[in-house]
């Protein structure tokens, strides 16, 4: 079964530094992978995906985030944040073994962006 | 107006209480999911639906039903609430699989069981 881990609960950071958000999964089999942010009080919406192709992907917002096979790694990045960039970001997995038909959500990380 | 609407917004009730969570969606979509957030979880699958004629449980389904009443409509019930149930309740939609494709969210139910 496919499973996520975002290695941490919460990230501080001053604006306009950078900032790396980190995601590993789990699955013997090919993945697709996703990030999704959830602003205060609002649902979740697609920041980027990685399905096949280049391994480094950009996103909305300024984000990217670089798929490592070797390391099992999908790891969220942003060279300068802004205070609007404060929310929750969740990574989330789909495998070929269920046949993409399912997406399995990390448990996210909350960015919190201070002056 | 919102792609995904979902009535209500918030609600509070009692244990025992039989409760229902709407959704309705503008995006044309057919297939529609109903999630549950609890705090440092993440979101689990309650149920999913490809289409009108298919339902199908998700990784905690159990103590709760669902009606696909349209394409545009899948409602989520509690038929008898209880504490453990309060958490923040999210539908979305997708034109593809979940894994492959976008989901669309609709803003939230916060729902409290006493």
């Known amino acids: 079964a496919q499973s996520v881990t975002q290695l941490d609960s919460q990230v501080p950071v001053f604006e306009e530094a950078p900032v790396e958000l980190r995601c590993n999964y789990s699955s013997s089999v090919s993945v697709y992978l996703f990030w999704y942010v959830q602003y205060p009080n609002q649902g979740l919406q697609l920041l980027l995906k990685y399905l096949s192709g280049s391994t480094l992907v950009k996103g909305i917002n300024g984000f990217e985030a670089e798929f490592n096979k070797s390391q099992t790694s999908f790891h969220l990045r942003k060279p300068s944040v802004h205070i609007s960039d404060t929310a929750e970001y969740f990574c989330?997995?789909?495998?070929?073994?269920?046949?993409?038909?399912?997406?399995?959500f990390g448990k996210g990380t909350m960015l919190l962006v201070s002056p | 107006d919102a792609d995904v609407t979902q009535t209500p917004r918030n609600r509070i009730t009692k244990t025992g209480k039989r409760i229902m969570l709407e959704c309705s969606q503008t995006k044309g979509h057919d297939r529609m999911y109903w999630y549950r957030q609890d705090p440092g979880l993440g979101l689990r699958l309650i149920y999913y639906s490809f289409d009108v004629k298919d339902i199908n449980k998700g990784e905690i389904s159990d103590g709760y039903s669902v009606s696909r009443q349209a394409q545009a409509k899948f409602s989520l019930s509690l038929e008898s609430a209880i504490p453990n149930q309060t958490a923040l309740y999210f539908c979305a939609t997708s034109e593809q699989g979940p894994g492959t494709g976008e989901l669309f969210f609709g803003e939230g139910s916060r729902l409290t069981v006493l």
């Open positions: 989330a997995v789909s495998a070929l073994a269920s046949g993409y038909s399912t997406l399995t």
